[in-house]
T-cell receptor, first 116, second 110 residues
């Protein structure tokens, strides 16, 4: 168990709908990352938050948005869903070591999104 | 893009043999990490090497980093069928982004 919790585990929804994926990081971790994994695109970095603020942005579509709340949990919102958005969505969290360098990331088990 | 690119894409070996996987990246990095993923599950961290380190060991794993060539290799010695999985190289740059390549599929035949 990585200590990172993602809900729901599975989600089936129709095109055009909106869904929210939730992530609870490991206790004490301030950084949260979101990734999309599909067969043809590999593991795509979407966005990173650190202590409530957006830290880095990757290949995140305008239809997608995310936020990190004061209690450090994060949500990824996907709207106007298309068939191509079907994928595994992972959340990961990480902390800092004593010299403020990034440490390893701990991944949740993912949310499998199927858009029909 | 700074993301790591793994090589080869797929590797099939016999149990007991060593497996060597490579990763290259494009920009300067803070650290490089190797992860393992069993089918459809979350990535599991294996080993992290910082930009000022050249080699690290952890059990049957050995990772090297050559910052002049912007490359890293992961060696798994005495492989086991249970090592069958996908392996990803993750790079963290100064902007703290952690990005990955497409991964290497390792099959270890019993």
């Amino acid at each position: 168990d990585s200590g990172v919790t993602q809900t729901p585990k599975h989600l089936i929804t129709a095109t055009g709908q909106r869904v929210t994926l939730r992530c609870s990081p490991r206790s004490g971790d301030l950084s949260v990352y979101w990734y999309q994994q599909s067969l043809d695109q590999g593991l795509q970095f979407l966005i990173q938050y650190y202590n409530g603020e957006e830290r880095a942005k990757g290949n995140i579509l305008e239809r997608f948005s995310a936020q990190q709340f004061p209690d450090l949990h994060s949500e990824l919102n996907l709207s106007s869903l298309e068939l191509g958005d079907s994928a595994l969505y992972f959340c990961a969290s990480s902390g800092l070591d004593r010299v403020f360098l990034r440490t390893e990331a701990f991944f949740g088990q993912g949310t499998r999104l199927t858009v029909v | 893009s700074q993301q790591g690119e793994e090589d080869p894409q797929a590797l099939s070996i016999q149990e007991g043999e060593n497996a060597t996987m490579n990763c290259s990246y494009k920009t300067s990095i803070n650290n490089l990490q190797w992860y393992r993923q069993n089918s459809g599950r979350g990535l599991v961290h294996l080993i992290l090497i910082r930009s000022n380190e050249r080699e690290k060991h952890s059990g049957r794993l050995r990772v090297t980093l050559d910052t002049s060539k912007k490359s890293s290799s992961l060696l798994i010695t005495a492989s086991r069928a249970a090592d069958t999985a996908s392996y990803f190289c993750g790079v963290t740059g100064a902007n703290s982004k952690l990005t990955f390549g497409k991964g290497i599929t390792l099959s270890v035949r019993p």
